[in-house]
């Protein structure tokens, strides 16, 4: 088999069938990755904590347009509709977001923030904790100061709170 480098896209699934694909494509060998959050539910008789995704109709797979039968078996997974593309070329998703999601996902905790220093628009980088070394934007001041983490192919915001604490602005740049 040859070596050809394989990269992360983004694929999109039918609603609600993301599971389903990410288990296919882990099935058939295929590095997939589905980032999951935990949610309380209410049925009549009782709440129950449920994983679900926490990016709808998406999964990441690890795959190589070029190499023609693993790319083939990515798009012929239960469930998959189609890679994103930009101008007919399917767009690769950089190691570094799968990486922030992957631990924004294994943490399973929300962060809060504490003080309102920094303006809407400001950006700034996670300088501590678990979340280091990710950019984004603070969109909202006030009672909850939300840092937004941009998964900019996968064209999704995703929100977190952290405390302000935990964040340095960053100068003459952006997130």
């Given amino acids: 088999m040859k070596n050809i480098p394989h990269h992360w ?36 008789d009782r709440m129950k904590k449920v994983k679900v995704p926490l990016i709808r109709s ?9 190499d023609y ?19 007919g070329i399917p767009a690769k998703v950089p190691d570094y977001q799968i990486e922030a999601l992957q631990r924004l996902t294994e943490m399973g905790f929300t962060l809060q923030v504490e003080n309102g220093n920094l303006p809407p628009g400001t950006p700034v980088e996670i300088s501590r ?3 280091k070394g ?9 009672k909850k100061h939300l840092l937004v983490i941009r998964l900019d192919i996968a064209d999704k915001n995703i929100q977190v709170t952290i405390p302000e604490g935990l964040v340095e602005e960053l100068k003459d740049e952006q997130a």
């Fill in 69 to 87: 039968y693993h790319y083939k078996s990515v798009l012929q997974a239960v469930g998959a509709v189609r890679i994103v593309s930009f101008e």
């Fill in 129 to 131: 904790g678990p979340l």
């Fill in 58 to 66: 998406y999964v990441f797979a690890k795959t190589n347009p070029s």
């Fill in 9 to 44: 896209y983004a694929l999109i699934t039918r609603s609600r069938f993301e599971k389903k694909t990410a288990d296919d494509l882990t099935g058939k060998g295929i590095t997939a990755f589905l980032p999951l959050t935990t949610e309380f539910r209410k049925w009549s």
């Fill in 134 to 142: 990710i950019k984004g934007k603070v969109i909202r001041t006030g």
